[in-house]
């Protein structure tokens, strides 16, 4: 699998995006306020069928018939799960603490700092799924071991989600709304995860596995493209003024996000090194952790916090540094192969 077009230059579509949004939002203001009127439950309905657009794609390549070789070399897992659970949600709430409250006290104001640090939670409590197999295939990484690493992690998160954006939104101080946080968990990943799988099950039943993965996902390539362009678009237009008027935050929100994405990379790549895993392993295992579902993210901001534009703003950030970043881990890994044993999983089994 290689990376996309679209994929490479995602940070240069998001600044585009960003350009439009902000343009529809100054020059044409009546597009926006007429679109935010479409609310349920304080979820955007543009906004949310948009996102489902990005989500319901990703989640058709998600096999989770592959969760059964969860027991086949293990470690690896291990490592994710430690590393995407227990170590990922609470550094980036200490790093964005750090950054917004203290580093950068002088410069952003407290309402906004509290708002960038609830875009840091969100970013920091969702590991990346589809995306990860292209940073796992730039890497040689293990497809199948992927795939495993995926499911389980996808998985997951309908159970811990919820409880860790809580409680580290609770000791930041955010006023949690409960109800629209599991609400959003159900719309966005629980719904789309169904669908998926119901369709992947009738798909192969009727047409094969070899159908199903060679004509019927690349169909919907273009829906997560356009989804996740047109919601960039909608969400920036809604967010003209906080943009205009604080353009430099945009850089600071990205730096504590880039130091993360480096040191989660690293703490489940050495990890594995000590615990002798091989290269085809231990890179896929540092890019889930490393990546961000940026779509889940960008999804809960806006459902949670309609009237606070900055949460949103703060894990679109996330979008915008996420793939060269990810390039940058993609190449070091590369490079550092030899650190790891020779031998390599069977790239047929996990």
Same mark, same amino acid.
């Given at each position: ?31 926006? !306020? @007429?679109?935010?009127?479409? !609310? ?41 799960? $430690? ?31 509290? +708002? ?85 099950? $009738?798909?192969?039943? =009727? &047409? ?6 060679? &004509? ?22 809604? =967010?003209? +003024? /906080? ?13 504590? /996000?880039?130091? =993360? ?18 290269? +085809? ?47 940058? /881990? ?8 030899? @650190? ?11």
């Amino acid at each position: 699998m290689k990376i996309s077009f679209f994929e490479k230059y995602l940070t240069l579509f998001v600044l585009l995006c960003m350009a439009i949004g902000v343009g529809i939002g100054t020059l044409l203001p009546i597009i926006p !306020e @007429w679109l935010s009127r479409f !609310e349920v439950a304080s979820v955007n309905i543009p906004i949310g069928l948009l996102i489902w657009l990005m989500i319901y794609p990703m989640m058709l390549k998600i096999d989770f018939t592959s969760v059964k070789n969860v027991g086949k070399n293990p470690k690896g897992l291990y490592v994710t799960w $430690v590393v995407n659970w227990i170590i990922k949600p609470f550094t980036m709430f200490g790093i964005a603490y750090l950054f917004f409250y203290v580093i950068f006290s002088n410069l952003i104001p407290a309402h906004l700092a509290s +708002d960038y640090l609830a875009g840091a939670v969100l970013l920091g409590a969702a590991p990346c799924t589809a995306m990860v197999f292209v940073w796992s295939s730039l890497t040689r990484g293990n497809p199948a071991y992927t795939l495993v690493q995926v499911a389980t992690n996808d998985l997951i998160i309908l159970v811990l989600f919820v409880p860790i954006v809580g409680l580290l939104l609770g000791i930041g101080g955010i006023t949690v709304p409960w109800l629209t946080l599991f609400l959003s968990v159900f719309l966005f990943v629980v719904v789309p995860l169904a669908a998926a799988s119901l369709t992947r099950y $009738v798909v192969i039943k =009727q &047409k094969g596995t070899e159908f199903y993965n060679q &004509k019927f996902i690349p169909k919907f390539s273009k829906l997560t493209i356009s989804g996740l362009l047109l919601t960039l678009i909608l969400i920036f237009s809604l =967010q003209a +003024d /906080l943009i205009l008027s604080n353009p430099l935050h945009i850089i600071l929100i990205s730096i504590p /996000l880039i130091i =993360q994405t480096f040191m989660i990379f690293f703490i489940a790549y050495l990890s594995s090194k000590a615990l002798k895993l091989s290269h +085809d392993v231990a890179a896929p295992a540092g890019m889930i952790g490393a990546s961000n579902f940026f779509e889940l993210a960008v999804a809960v901001a806006v459902a949670l916090f309609p009237l606070n534009p900055g949460v949103a703003l703060a894990t679109i950030v996330g979008v915008l540094v996420e793939v060269p970043v990810m390039l940058m /881990l993609v190449k070091i890994a590369n490079r550092t192969k030899h @650190w790891f044993p020779k031998g390599e999983l069977n790239h047929e089994k996990a």
